[in-house]
Nanobody, 130 residues
Framework: QVQLVESGGGAVQPGGSLRLSCAAS????????IGWFRQAPGKEREADGEVVSCISSRDSSIYYTDSVKGRFTISSDNAKNTVYLQMDSLKPEDTGVYYC???????????????????WGKGTPVTVSS
């Protein structure tokens, strides 16, 4: 059974840090790309969100959306079948629900990764405010 379980979300002040974790089961991250998708508060449609980051062990590709480059770092521990998102220098604009999602086929990690996201977690909220 495919399952993605996120953890690590919470409330933090601007400039603070959080580390999100996503434990995957039912498939191997050695062969499936995985990443993080976020939606701002009040948004209900997946189309209103964006792919924050993605990593693929299969083809060694990594993607970050422009707004988080230099501040967020994605990593994958294949032995634990877990992906992490280290978020530093957080801004209020980073507020939202962060979903862990993975591809079921050989989808590369690019800005188009959303269309390859077939397996989804339930999300973990992140709030950045004073």
């Amino acid at each position: 059974q495919v399952q993605l379980v996120e953890s690590g979300g919470g409330a933090v002040q601007p400039g603070g840090s959080l580390r999100l974790s996503c434990a995957a089961s039912g498939f191997s991250l050695e062969y499936h790309a995985i990443g993080w998708f976020r939606q701002a508060p009040g948004k209900e449609r997946e189309a209103d969100g964006e792919v924050v980051s993605c990593i693929s062990s299969r083809d060694s590709s990594i993607y970050y959306t422009d707004s988080v480059k230099g501040r967020f770092t994605i990593s994958s521990d294949n032995a634990k079948n877990t992906v992490y998102l280290q978020m530093d220098s957080l801004k209020p604009e980073d507020t939202g629900v962060y979903y862990c999602a993975a591809a079921s086929d050989e989808w590369p990690c690019t800005s188009w990764f959303y269309y390859g996201m077939d397996y989804w977690g339930k999300g973990t909220p992140v709030t950045v405010s004073s």
